[in-house]
């Protein structure tokens, strides 16, 4: 069953387009995510959703019910707002039975919810308190008792961990996921952190532009990026473009510049099969590449490069390893794992070999170039190096 | 207590150096506000004479506030003051809230505008009142050119005149301190109610309106305790029917026989007056203040 449905909705300020012909349905007791950088529309299309703004165009369905044109009051979905918005002038009890209060509600019904849902966000000895005698962390407790009690058929939450330092994040973020089981209701999660959306959500929306460029489960849209934007934007990649020589049942061929006027081939998957001798671009996530001083046996499906290190970045969890390879430059992660007693570690400008397996070289499909914009082109040195080698 | 002890020495040469430097306003305030009402207070207890007063105790001045017809400005004092606050409440919390929610550049703009009649003075401003009002004045030769009305109207020397002019002359010391609460009101709050189901109207008197009681208090303050001394504007463009506290207290001092007793009598009753009201919005204010300090 869907909850929210999302039809063709756009919204225009002024000149500015923030959300562009979005097409989405949102399925029941799901918690999903719209994720991208500041500026995306994600935030416009939860205020859309939450009756703050009207789209310019399109429809926004909650159930089978049109709600597009409804004001916020009147629709079964209720916000956590970023700065959780909760009154100053009333205590925590007078906020969480606000919405109560507002429809009438008998006392003693009132009293026996507004407990019950304290305690359901473990603030239930806290009630008489105001706002500014409690923490970040029990503020957005409150915030989320305030929606909850009224039984709401979405939650929208807008950027709710923002405001709260690492630790508490990484809490709450396990805690909202235990209140999204015990409630059983459709949260929707907008955020700017690829992390949070990764770990809390059952599907997730990549957003740029206005625009949704890629929408799954987030280890489909981490391993199955559609478009350079989603690779980029979520965790760290490494793109390669090359020219595809041969293309088989189950991988391809290609044939890659290294800029200092040689090539090496490699192996790649794919999910539509380009023509022989056209540009494509791949990417490469960090860690799937093994670095190693000594070469590896030979493998049918393995790709292996040579390459010297530039950079070492030691990172505590792992290290990050900046190798060149002619004149492209590859992101390597290694775990710190004393598997190999032998091993002495790698050292600056030490030549290195790379090497992964085929299908963890994944191809993105080539309509996608357009969504990026400069500032998000010039983050990667590497990166636009290869959209520009790809745009000849 | 730890606080106390930690701050000992450097905590007292401060306050002895601010103790020092008030010490002047100190001083100004002591023989320019305190001595005079002492004055006043002894005053009130004397036996007029024709020009000045007799030094003999008596208590005739204040039998005669309440015995004496002068119920009546009190009376028409109050519902003056009343009315002028209302007025500006009013038409400034709309004022107040537009300004509050404007633009950045707008809202200096529109500010200036609330000040800008201070540039002018008060007497000529006044003055400006009567040639707008006058029986021949600009808004009659208006409404009349425009065949609105046949013959002049009356407005000029009415009490309306004089609640008009009021609320002209002290709309904006309702409007800014309004406007310094609301500026700070977080406006996401009003989207929060209304996410919570609250429409528009109920968002305003749930959120906005208790969040600017600070302002309101002393909107009203600022507002209502010149209005209730008023003199200057019932003089100007009242008439003699309706007489104000304040107008009754400088007649005693002007008019020979003067009677200084009875205008000390009078200006101290209204300013008990005006002090229990004050003790009144204290207390309210201090009774809002502990409820939130209960827990």
Known sequence: MED??????????GAF???DEVNLTIKSGELFSFLGPSGCGKTTLLRMIAGFETPTQGTIQLGNEDITNLPPYKREVNTIFQNYSLFPHMTLFDNVAFGLRIKKTPKAEIKDRVQETLSLVKMDDQANKYPDQISG???????????????????????PLAALDLKLRQHMLIELMNIHDAVGITFIYVTHDQ???MSISDRLAVMNLGKIVQEGPPDDIYERPSSIFSAYFIGETNFISGEVKAVHEDYLEMSCDDGAGHSFELDSCFQAAPEIGSRVTFSLRPEKIAISRNKPRHQEDINMIKGQIEDILYLGSHTQYIVRVGKLKF???????????DDKALDWEEKVWLFWHDSDTWMIESDALEMLTEAQMAESGQFSRALKRRGT | MRAKSRHSTSEKRNNFSSWLLSLPAMLWLLCFFLI????????????PDIYDVKFEFSLDAYRQVFTGGYLRPFFLSFKLAIYTTLCCLLLGFPVAYYIARAKEKLKNTLLIFIIIPFWTNLIIRIFSWRIFLAYGGVLNGFLMNMGLISQPLEILRTDLAVILVMVYVYLPYMILPLYSVLEKLDFTLLNAAMDLGANEVKAFFRITLPLAVEGI??????????????????????NQRSLYVGQVITYKIKNIPRNWPMASALSLTLLLLVALMLLFMFFLYKRRLARRRIS
């Open chain 1, 195 to 197: 992390g949070e959306a």
């Open chain 2, 217 to 238: 208090f002393a909107g009203t303050l600022l507002v209502f305790i010149p209005a209730l001394g008023a003199y200057l504007i019932p003089q100007l463009v009242g």
């Open chain 1, 17 to 19: 387009t923030a959300v």
């Open chain 1, 4 to 13: 929210i449905v999302l039809k063709n909705v756009s919204k225009d300020f």
């Open chain 2, 36 to 47: 005079p009402y002492l004055i006043v207070i002894i005053y009130s207890f004397l036996t």
């Open chain 1, 331 to 341: 992101r390597v992660f290694s775990q710190h794992k004393r598997v190999y007693f």
């Open chain 1, 137 to 159: 962390g029990q503020k957005q407790r409150i915030a989320i008792a305030r929606a909850l009690i009224n039984k709401p058929r979405v939650l929208l939450l807008d950027e």
